[in-house]
């Protein structure tokens, strides 16, 4: 008898020491960035782009990776939405039918969602290889937006999910059409989970590296047009800390910290931004 | 009238060709990878392709055998790692957490989720690189590469993999019905019974193809791995030793000494291996978790 309460007292303390694992493990990754990053972050770094010899320990900073980074995210993200949306309003059952289509799609998505980032990559590279095409933001921007497409797309969906039968079927019943449903309906009462989707995506594009090794490239200055090679701050942390130079290294920790920075800050206004829209909401 | 039915129209086939592209693009890089990986695969057998450990281009001798392994170690290790720490996690939340803390805890696990591999990375060789060189290894007498190897990598990829177990079990754990747990509570058995004997029983499929998804996104994980693992062609024989991913390689060498034949070809192939592995341990987790959505399991 008693020794069934000794067991879950075990496994209690066992799943309580995993939980601060869990916690402790991003604590630990968090800390350690700041710790060893902020005392190395210098206002040049953010304002400054690389100057010549940036890599051998001369002067400059990484705003051509911060505003590279930028670029490519962003791109990368509008260019998923205008396929994710579509996706996501498709497979509602108004327009798919729960048909056969919807079911390969969520599984090529999910397939899509488990495909390492250096498969796009190295596909990336082979087809603009085949084009022609050298290292550029339009190449990175293209790669990440098929990165950001599963992501966003799931999301999106499990969202449209939520919105209740019956407001769709009133809005059918004054007689809209499915597209007046879906733009004026059903899109304001998911507006925040259609947000924060996008948000997520753009997160997970802004933080990878690998797709972008080889299709959007390196470089110091800040790209002026698509066809240019791009810099962005993962690549430029991974390079910075592959150079002989402790003080390139240490330019490598501060980079990590403004990578860390953005990365929080989408998280927080992911958090803030679906609070603030859910009022709108019809419960 | 008339304009709004055309607009609904024209919508809507756009939305279809986009759900038709999503549904293409899977095949697109994988007849991509297959076509460029082809010259390869008709010039080398592919038992010396997979098992041969001998790795080196420029004699034209492409043994992928210690990249397998390497990855195998690295991923397997992670897993060993991340599977009893997530498992345990999530039970706690979704069983005996108040909801307070489980508040606390979902956005902190989604933060672990949405940190970049290079930053996992950069911290292995900053935290965990270190200690393994200072003091682990001398404690245990063991010999390493400075602290870089399959431990190093196995500890920075775990951390990454357990958000992905962690949400994934809480789900299933979720769908178990409240119902089946009060039946057991009922008849006497302890919370802790009624999990062992009740819950996991019931969610067992689930918790499988949990560990499948986080095993198959550690086999693909490349910048975090190969900033801390060594990058050494030799087949590992301990947790101790460098090891090569496939990954590993394909970022390493990809893009440079194309003029070498069938080099370029080779790492394609690579590519292709990470990506039919990738895609057969999806499917194969996917469908027991829609068996378990429509209530089969």
């Known amino acids: 008898m008693e020794l069934r309460r000794v067991e879950e007292s075990v496994f209690r303390v066992l799943m309580i020491l995993s939980l601060l694992i869990v916690v402790g493990s991003l604590l630990a990754v968090i800390g350690t960035i700041l710790w060893k990053g902020l005392p190395v972050l210098s206002i040049d770094m953010i304002t400054k782009t690389a100057e010549g010899g940036y890599f051998l320990g001369k002067g400059g900073g990484i705003l051509n990776a911060i505003v590279g980074s930028l670029y490519l995210a962003a791109g990368g993200t509008v260019l998923a939405f205008f396929l994710s949306i579509g996706i996501a309003f498709y497979l509602q059952k108004e327009y798919s039918g729960g048909t056969k289509l919807s079911n390969l799609t969520r599984l090529s998505l999910d397939i899509l969602w488990g495909t390492p980032s250096i498969v796009y990559g190295a596909f990336g590279f082979t087809v603009m290889m085949y084009f022609h095409m050298r290292a550029s933001l339009l190449g990175g921007i293209i790669i990440l937006a098929f990165l950001e497409l599963p992501i966003m797309t799931r999301a999106m969906e499990e969202v449209l999910k939520t919105v209740p039968r019956e407001l769709k079927e009133v809005s059918y019943s004054l007689g809209a059409t499915r597209l007046e449903t879906t733009l004026r309906v059903v899109s304001k009462q998911a507006l925040p989970g259609l947000m924060t989707g996008v948000l997520i995506a753009f997160g997970r594009g802004i933080g990878d590296a690998a797709s972008i090794l080889f299709t959007a490239g390196y470089t110091d200055r800040i790209p002026t047009s698509l066809f240019d090679a791009t810099a962005s701050l993962p690549l430029a942390i991974f390079f910075q800390l592959g150079t002989p130079s402790p003080q390139v290294q240490q330019k490598a920790y501060a980079s990590a910290v403004i990578l860390l920075v953005i990365v929080l800050a989408i998280s927080i206004t992911t958090r803030f931004l679906s609070r603030k829209y859910t009022k709108y909401i019809i419960k | ?297």
């Open chain 2, 1 to 297: 009238m008339n304009l709004r039915r055309l607009k609904d129209n024209i919508s809507s086939r756009l939305m279809l060709a986009a759900t038709v592209f999503a549904c293409l693009l899977f095949f697109f890089v994988l007849i991509g990878l297959y076509s460029r990986a082809s010259p390869i695969l008709s010039a080398v057998p592919i038992t010396d392709l997979l098992f041969s450990s001998e790795w080196g281009p420029t004699d034209g001798k492409f043994g992928f055998f210690p990249f397998i392994m390497g990855t195998l170690w690295v991923t397997g290790l992670a897993t060993i790692i991340a599977v009893p720490i997530s498992l345990l996690s999530s039970i706690y939340l979704s069983e005996y957490a108040g909801n307070h803390l489980r508040n606390i805890m979902k956005p902190l696990i989604d933060l672990l989720a949405g940190i970049p591999s290079v930053v996992y990375g950069l911290w292995g060789v900053l935290a965990v690189v270190p200690f393994i060189k200072d003091t682990l290894a001398p404690a245990l007498g063991v010999e390493t590469v400075g602290g870089y190897g399959i431990l190093a990598g196995g500890i920075v990829l775990a951390i990454m993999v357990f958000p992905i177990i962690i949400s994934i079990t809480g789900e299933v754990l979720r769908s178990v019905s409240q119902e089946l747990r009060e039946v057991s509570l009922s008849l006497g058995a302890t919370k802790w019974q009624t999990i062992k004997h009740v819950v996991l029983r019931k969610a067992r499929p689930g918790i499988f193809a949990a560990i499948i998804l986080g095993f198959s996104r550690a086999f693909g994980e490349t910048m975090a791995v190969l900033m801390v693992v060594g990058n050494v062609a030799k087949v590992p024989s301990s947790i101790f030793d460098p090891a090569y991913p496939l990954p590993a390689l394909i970022a390493n060498t990809f893009g440079e000494m194309m003029s070498i034949p069938l080099y370029e070809s080779a790492i394609l192939l690579a590519a292709l291996m990470l990506l039919v592995v990738v895609m057969i341990f999806n499917i194969l987790a996917r469908m027991v978790l829609i068996k378990i959505e429509r209530g089969v399991v």
